[in-house]
């Protein structure tokens, strides 16, 4: 089992940045391929990026492309999602996913473990 735990959400304006912070315990995060999903309301959860376990392998989503960096420190078993200029449509739950080994996981049902969640709202 793996366990996540998200940090960093908030409230921002817009063109602001945020770091959202996904720190996991339980079996070796290393060998996880690990991202973010988010979530607005009324919406479908939906893909942001993903990281294989190597830090290698970096995927995102196009509406954040150029504005979100993920990275990990398997050192400190933890994920990190770089927010910047974000925009109003950026307002969501941002959920911390993981799945065993190096594998996409563009899809909801690729995910083996979510965290709770953690709120960004971006104002105008």
């Known amino acids: 089992q793996v366990q996540l735990v998200e940090s960093g959400g908030g409230l921002v304006q817009a063109g602001g940045s945020l770091r959202l912070s996904c720190t996991a315990s339980?079996?070796?995060?290393?060998?996880?391929?690990a991202g973010w999903f988010r979530q607005a309301p009324g919406k479908e959860r939906e893909f942001v990026a993903h990281v294989y376990w190597s830090g290698g392998g970096a995927v995102y989503d196009d509406s954040v492309k150029g504005r979100f960096t993920i990275s990990r420190d398997n050192a400190e078993n933890t994920v990190y999602l770089q927010m910047n200029s974000l925009k109003p449509e950026d307002t969501a739950i941002y959920y911390c996913a993981a799945r065993s080994g190096i594998a996409t996981m563009r899809r909801s049902l690729n995910v083996e473990y979510w965290g709770q969640g953690t709120q960004v709202t971006v104002s105008s």
């Open positions: 339980g079996r070796t995060f290393s060998t996880y391929t």
